[in-house]
T-cell receptor, first 113, second 114 residues
Framework: DQQVKQNSPSLSVQEGRISILNCDYTNSMFDYFLWYKKYPAEGPTFLISISSIKDKNEDGRFTVFLNKSAKHLSLHIVPSQPGDSAVYFCAAIFGDNNNDMRFGAGTRLTVKP | DTGVSQNPRHKITKRGQNVTFRCDPISEHNRLYWYRQTLGQGPEFLTYFQNEAQLEKSRLLSDRFSAERPKGSFSTLEIQRTEQGDSAMYLC????????????FGPGTRLTVT
């Protein structure tokens, strides 16, 4: 069962513009969400996270927005840079255990110079 | 560099052979996780350890798979009688209990079963 979905397999933006990556989830019991970035031949690298009690978290050029009623979160990258080109995974963790993470299928972001 | 390391990085094996992968987590992390990632998909949880105890296993972890973390430090994942469907990237991650929720991933071991 695909509880975390990233419906856009790819996204291409121009350098300096905003990148918006989207993620939807189906299970309202998730209480923590994370974004990971993955370059080829490397493992996923943690980028930014948000607790379900918040609706926004910002870290430099990266902002994550959470809309619990819509079961939707998004990652905004402003301004986008060519070095941001990678696969971005959305992930979610259940309540008390916070053990296994459920990942989306990923979105490949390409930032063109 | 004191990140998560995995060995080997690549493994090619023939169907029916056994393979073993190793993961060395970040030293102060007491939780260690194994994931599998296939092409076009995100990582899928397989199992996790807290110290040396294996506390949870996914239904994806068939009886041909076994994982150990004998001294609560490094971990091994063994696949017996490999099948072509086992071809995937096997990722290891670690985190510390009581710390932040993010897990830190190693570079993965890419398994190809021919």
């Amino acid at each position: 069962d695909q509880q975390v979905k990233q419906n856009s397999p790819s996204l291409s933006v121009q350098e300096g513009r905003i990148s918006i990556l989207n993620c939807d989830y189906t299970n309202s019991m998730f209480d923590y969400f994370l974004w990971y970035k993955k370059y080829p031949a490397e493992g996923p690298t943690f980028l930014i996270s948000i607790s379900s009690i918040k609706d926004k978290n910002e870290d430099g050029r990266f902002t994550v927005f959470l809309n619990k009623s819509a079961k939707h979160l998004s990652l905004h990258i402003v301004p986008s840079q060519p070095g941001d080109s990678a696969v971005y995974f959305c992930a979610a963790i259940f309540g008390d255990n916070n053990n296994d993470m459920r990942f989306g299928a990923g979105t490949r972001l390409t930032v063109k110079p | 560099d004191t990140g998560v390391s995995q060995n080997p990085r690549h493994k090619i094996t023939k169907r029916g052979q056994n393979v073993t992968f190793r993961c060395d987590p970040i030293s102060e992390h007491n939780r260690l996780y194994w994931y599998r990632q296939t092409l076009g998909q995100g990582p899928e949880f397989l199992t996790y350890f807290q110290n040396e105890a294996q506390l949870e296993k996914s239904r994806l972890l068939s009886d041909r798979f076994s994982a150990e973390r004998p001294k609560g430090s490094f971990s091994t994942l063994e696949i017996q009688r490999t099948e072509q469907g086992d071809s995937a990237m096997y990722l290891c991650a670690s985190r510390s209990v009581g710390g932040s929720y993010e897990q830190y991933f190693g570079p993965g071991t890419r398994l190809t079963v021919t």
